[in-house]
């Protein structure tokens, strides 16, 4: 039985702005701005235009493979089976990494309201992602839906604080110079990369050919705009120096203009926000794991598809190994480790489309900007990105994730003498 087409371009691109804004950005702008200072809206648009590169060439290779795999599809249908083994552990392993961490703040939102041991939280807001996912797409992407828009109306409440302050700041000044700017930009790029985790709803897209692409180009500006705003607002509302010191910038800036009662506010806005990321990234998840056991990678059980058209076991098995990280308590590399296998993916779909344009040199349909004949830039342009931005990750995390990739290599060679005995 095949996943059902139920995703319209909105949800689908209220689905790629929710998985894209995540968590991080609550977090990772008083880091940039106390590197950057005033200008720090400039990281994020340099961060953003970074990131689309990337996107480009995920957006072309979604309309051509419109599979649930994702950047494992790509990498398996240009560079080879193998390969598109190791994207595909690679991935599944930073989703459920991610998933585990950001469970985890999640809790630590409950917690300041239940009183609830963050363990406990954690696996709460798992449990609760796979009821939901199990119950069908459409009911998981009307989920999506609002908690990103909830997730949405935080950032907006920002800009609604700072903007009228705007003329009080030079928003021109780098504290640490252009420098500083792409040192904040490579901290703020991780906030962009959601877009890897969006493709994988390709077959439960209706048309995904025509709006896949969209949805990724719509989601990313968006994004885009929001983040720059966000940004401006922030230096406006308060003095750079001070958001750039604080742990928690923006429930800074929200109490500082409406009082300590608005801090419970923010405190939910912050549980839809951590827990609509926990809920698509294992929606991410789940299509990837049922792709691989569509291809025979993996047992193909995981391909078992329920009455509601969900790919029941692979959902079950991808909340119940996440529910397990979330106990193993310090996981404060995940971030890093993730960022890596992100990177070394993006290289190699982004080579992918490279190989795909020479193999395809009349290729209808969506055709990613910025060619030299029939040769993607973009591609090029992802390619030498995602690999300097490796450099700004700290050794272990590259040790680590090189560590698994390796274990990815032997996975595949014992997969290998599995099918032929």
Same mark, same amino acid.
């Given at each position: 039985? &095949?996943?059902?087409?139920?995703?319209?371009?909105? @949800?689908?691109?209220? &689905?790629?702005?929710?998985v894209i804004l995540g968590a991080g950005i609550y977090a990772l702008i008083g880091e940039a701005i106390a590197i950057s200072g005033p200008g720090a809206w400039m990281s994020f648009l340099f961060a953003g235009i970074v990131a689309a590169f990337s996107a480009m060439s995920y957006a072309e290779l979604s309309s051509v493979y419109p599979k649930a795999g994702g950047g494992y599809?790509? &990498?398996?249908?240009?560079?080879?089976? /193998?390969?598109?083994?190791? @994207?595909?552990?690679?991935?599944?392993?930073?989703?459920?990494?991610?998933?585990?961490?950001?469970?985890?703040g999640f809790s630590n939102y409950l917690n300041a309201f239940l009183n609830i041991p963050p363990t406990i939280g954690a696996l709460i807001i798992v449990a609760m992602s796979c009821g939901i996912l199990l119950s069908g797409i459409r009911e998981s992407g009307k989920v999506a839906v609002v908690s990103t828009i909830i997730e949405l109306s935080g950032l907006l409440i920002i800009i609604f604080i700072g903007l009228p302050h705007i003329s009080s700041v030079n928003l021109f000044e780098m504290h640490s110079g252009f420098s500083g700017v792409i040192t904040g930009a490579a901290i703020i790029f991780f906030s962009y990369l959601g877009f890897e985790d969006l493709v994988k709803l390709a077959e439960e897209v209706k048309n995904p050919k025509k709006n896949m692409p969209r949805a990724i180009i719509l989601s990313l500006i968006l994004v885009g705009i929001i983040y720059i705003l966000v940004a401006i607002a922030a230096v406006s509302a308060m003095p750079w120096q001070t958001v750039g010191a604080s742990g928690a910038p923006l429930s800074d800036i929200v109490v500082s203009s409406f009082g300590p009662d608005s801090l419970a506010v923010i405190s939910i806005i912050a549980l839809f926000a951590t827990g609509n990321t926990v809920l698509l990234m294992l929606l991410a998840g789940s299509r990837l794991v049922y792709s691989m056991a569509v291809d025979k990678e993996i047992f193909s059980v995981f391909a078992t598809v329920n009455r509601h058209k969900t790919p029941s076991i692979a959902i079950i098995a991808i909340c119940g190994i996440t529910a397990v990280m979330t106990l193993v308590g310090n996981i404060g590399f995940a971030a890093s480790m993730t960022n890596f296998t992100l990177f070394v993916s993006f290289i190699l779909v982004n080579l992918s489309l490279i190989m795909f344009r020479r193999r395809n040199k009349n290729h209808k349909g969506f055709r990613a900007p910025l060619n030299m004949g029939n040769f993607p830039l973009v591609g090029l342009f992802g390619i030498l990105t995602s690999a300097a931005?490796?450099?700004?990750?700290?050794?272990? &995390?590259?040790? @680590?994730?090189?560590?698994?990739?390796?274990?990815?290599?032997?996975?595949?060679?014992?997969?290998?003498?599995?099918?032929? /005995?």
């Open positions: 039985m &095949a996943l059902a087409r139920e995703l319209g371009l909105f @949800t689908t691109t209220m &689905a790629g702005i929710g599809t790509y &990498a398996r249908e240009e560079l080879g089976e /193998k390969i598109g083994f190791l @994207t595909g552990w690679a991935l599944l392993f930073g989703i459920m990494l991610s998933s585990a961490t950001v469970s985890i931005f490796i450099f700004f990750l700290d050794l272990t &995390a590259i040790l @680590t994730g090189s560590i698994l990739f390796a274990l990815g290599l032997l996975a595949f060679y014992v997969k290998e003498s599995w099918k032929k /005995k």
